[in-house]
Nanobody, 117 residues
Framework: QVQLVESGGGLVQAGGSLRLSCVTS????????MGWYRQAPGKQRELVAR???????DYADSVKGRFTISRDNARNTVYLQMNSLKPEDTAVYYC???????????WGQGTQVTVSS
């Protein structure tokens, strides 16, 4: 059974940095993309960043230039380096894998990121 476990969240002051990690267990086949989403209170979950099997990546406009997504293919692990954090980055951050040729959609349990002003 596949599990995704996020870590690295916490409380940080505006302008600070955090690095999120998403570690997987179980076999994951044919990964199409690995991504990070976030959901703030009262808001819909939104895509933050995604990295594809071919190596390309996408970012939400609000985080471009501040966040960097990376991966370790050997460990099926994905990271999100978050710099210059802002209070509006406060949310629960979720890891997501699209695999099995798009047939599988895995989610982690989320990690809280709180940025104080």
């Amino acid at each position: 059974q596949v599990q995704l476990v996020e870590s690295g969240g916490g409380l940080v002051q505006a302008g600070g940095s955090l690095r999120l990690s998403c570690v997987t267990s179980g076999r994951i086949f044919n990964i199409i993309g690995m991504g990070w989403y976030r959901q703030a209170p009262g808001k819909q979950r939104e895509l933050v960043a995604r990295i594809y099997g071919g190596g390309g990546s996408d970012y939400a406009d609000s985080v471009k230039g501040r966040f960097t997504i990376s991966r370790d293919n050997a460990r099926n692990t994905v990271y999100l380096q978050m710099n210059s954090l802002k209070p509006e980055d406060t949310a629960v951050y979720y890891c997501n894998f699209i695999a099995c040729g798009l047939a599988c959609n895995y989610w982690g349990q989320g990690t809280q990121v709180t940025v104080s002003s």
